[in-house]
């Protein structure tokens, strides 16, 4: 049995969001094909996700160092080192999230700087930073209403990319993706592009 982890990183709904859809098609299939699996889910913009500013930050480097954090760096450091922890005792995650203005959802950020501490998802050595997560299996599932894989806008695409980085950064190389686009700048193929996407999503499901 596996502990899955579904990160939904849009708040709207599957009919006005494609990203969304992939994770719903994604995640029924893989209910229905890993009926053993425990399967958590996390949607961002329904939890308590506080920016990562200077008092979080302060609190976790003073825990790092054994110092003692005074009771508001306490809460923050204790609320990123819950979803850090959720993270890494997960065998498999999947992440759906759009592309918004070239980048991601302020939430999906937010929940990504929780995760990028030092000593825990990576460390640093002479050589550079080496990632610390490299057991860990990744699904993305990534919708951007233009077209970014080549063309003009390729050097805009700043979600996917990002993500795959950060998770590069954590050592994780075992990485599945699925990416829909153009159903925007395309309208007369949308929903042939949309249904192709979903139908992919749940044939990945089967075989994550």
């Not at 994770?23 to 308590?48: A, M, W």
């Not at 806008?153 to 990002?162: A, G, R, V």
Request: aromatic share 10%; with cysteine.
């Amino acid at each position: 049995m596996s502990n899955v982890l579904f990160i939904k990183a849009n708040g709207r709904p599957a009919d006005s969001s494609v990203s969304v859809a992939l994770y719903e098609n994604f995640l029924e299939s893989y209910k229905t094909s890993h009926p053993n699996d425990q399967v958590t889910e996390v949607n961002l913009f329904e939890v308590d996700l506080p920016y990562y500013d200077g008092t979080m930050m302060s609190g976790l480097h003073k825990e790092v160092a054994g110092e003692p954090l005074s009771p508001e760096e306490k809460r923050l450091a204790d609320i990123a080192n819950g979803y850090l922890n959720q993270f890494l005792e997960a065998d498999k995650v999947v992440m759906a999230f759009p592309l918004w203005n070239f980048s991601i959802p302020a939430q999906f950020l937010t929940y990504l700087f929780y995760l990028n501490q030092a000593g825990k998802t990576f460390k640093y050595t002479p050589e550079g930073p080496v990632g610390l997560v490299g057991d860990k299996k990744v699904a993305l599932l990534n919708a951007r209403g233009g077209i970014y894989s080549d063309g003009p806008l390729e050097s805009h695409e700043m979600s996917l990319s990002y993500v795959k980085n950060i998770l590069n950064h954590f050592g994780v190389t075992d990485i599945e993706t699925l990416v829909v686009e153009g159903h925007n700048a395309t309208p007369d193929k949308a929903q042939a592009i949309i249904k192709t996407g979903c139908d992919k999503a749940c044939c990945l499901a089967e075989t994550f």
